[in-house]
C-alpha cells in the first residue's frame, strides 16, 4: 500500500497549535494517525481509533460522544501524564531540564503540580497535524511505516523505531 498521501499530510499539511484548540477540525469521531511537531522537529506519531471503521462510524456517532483521534489529542493538550504515555515523554524529555529550584520545591510541597507545567510546555511550544483513516488496522499501518521509515528520512525524535 502507498501511503504517499497520508505521508505528505502529516509533513506539510495543516499545521495546528496545541495553544488554540478553538481552531481544530478534528472530528468528534474518527480514526487517524498524527504527527507532533516543536517548531520543525518531527517529534512523535500517534493513533487512535483502533475500534473505528467504515462499518461502525454511524452508531458511534449516534452515540453523541467524542471517541478516537479527538480525544486521544485532548488527552496530549490535558499534559495530564496519568495514563498517556506523550505526556510522560514531555515531562521526561523537555520539562524536567528545565524545571528551576524554586519550580521543584513547589512541586515537592504540592502547592504546583508537574502536571501544569507539562500542560503549559505542551500548550506553548508543540503543534499537530493529522490524516484520517478508515480503519484502526490502517492507522497502526501507518504508524508502524512512520516509526521505522519517517517522514522525508527523519524519524521521530521520541517514539522512533531507532529510539526504542
Known sequence: MSWDKELSELSNGNLFTFKDKTSWTVP?????????????EFLYVG???KNINEMNIENIRSEGKKRGLITRLESHWSG???????CVYISDLYVLQNLSSQDIVLISRREKRMDDYVRDYIRNNLSFRYVLMKNGKDCFSLEKFIQIQGLNGETPSINGKTNQ
Open 28 to 40: 468528534k469521531v474518527s480514526s487517524g494517525v498524527y504527527t507532533i511537531w516543536n517548531q520543525d
Open 47 to 49: 493513533m487512535s481509533g
Open 80 to 86: 495530564q501524564r496519568s495514563g498517556d504515555q506523550f
